[in-house]
């Protein structure tokens, strides 16, 4: 299996700031990873697919960038409503794999 | 518009079998994938597998291959996944969701509301 390896694993932030979680594969996945969003109590939301590629209706503060086996999703200025777990996903392997997730928390 | 509605929460006892469903609708139910994600707080989201129900071709992760099993009824466009015997272990949240691609990446973009599974003595 690839593995997933998010960090960190938890971040506090405050509303308006710029944070950045970084997802590493253990082998390249190319440009086959995607990030979600899952608020408590809450199915997982897709934000972004395929590396940078924004899910429709995802606001324009998320952003993804990388390839090979580093990746990470920026948030350029943090709303309360961002407040909330976010994992990455691979899809280069047929047997799909998530991160441990990133729990950002506000300050 | 997609939408995947779950069956609802099960209180099971270790040994019990369950079966829960996840009905669809807005989309071609034989066109797509759907996956199964098991979501527990100490471990995150995990991938369970997924099925094809045209031709019920299912793919598991090797976590749970031979643990649950997978099926579908495409004359009533739901899914199923489903324990013989339930371990405490088994206790979760367990999603459904559509799997799409788009530039050669596979995703899960419409998501069921959960059915939360509890299995206690």
């Known amino acids: 299996d690839i593995q997933m390896t998010q960090s960190p694993s938890s971040l506090s932030a405050s509303v308006g700031d710029r944070v950045t979680i970084t997802c590493r594969a253990s082998?390249?996945?190319?440009?086959?990873l995607n990030w979600y969003q899952q608020r408590p109590g809450i199915a997982p939301k897709l934000l972004i697919f395929?590396?940078?590629n924004l899910q429709s209706g995802v606001p324009s503060r998320f952003s993804g960038s990388g390839s090979g086996t580093d990746f990470t999703l920026t948030i350029s200025s943090l709303q309360p409503e961002d407040f909330a777990t976010y994992y990455c996903?691979?899809?280069?392997?047929?047997?799909?794999?998530f991160g441990q997730g990133t729990r950002l928390e506000i300050k | 518009e997609v939408q995947l509605v779950q069956s609802g929460a099960a209180v099971k006892k270790p040994g019990e079998s369950l079966k829960i469903s996840c009905k669809s609708s807005?989309?071609?139910?034989?066109?797509?994938?759907i996956a199964w994600v098991r979501h527990t707080p100490g471990k995150g989201l995990e991938w369970m597998g997924s099925?094809?129900?045209?031709?019920?071709?299912?793919r598991y992760s090797p976590s749970f291959q031979g643990q649950v099993t997978i099926s579908a009824d495409k004359s009533i466009t739901t899914a199923y996944l489903q324990w013989s015997s339930l371990k405490a272990s088994d206790t979760a949240m367990y999603y459904c969701?559509?799997?799409?691609?788009?530039?050669?990446?596979?995703?899960?973009?419409?998501w069921g509301q959960g059915t939360l599974v509890t299995v206690s003595s």
């Open positions: 082998q390249s996945i190319r440009s086959y």
């Open positions: 099925i094809y129900p045209r031709d019920s071709d299912t």
């Open positions: 395929a590396t940078s």
């Open positions: 969701a559509r799997q799409d691609v788009r530039l050669g990446s596979y995703f899960f973009d419409y």
């Open positions: 996903q691979q899809s280069w392997s047929a047997q799909f794999t």
């Open positions: 807005g989309h071609i139910f034989t066109s797509d994938w």
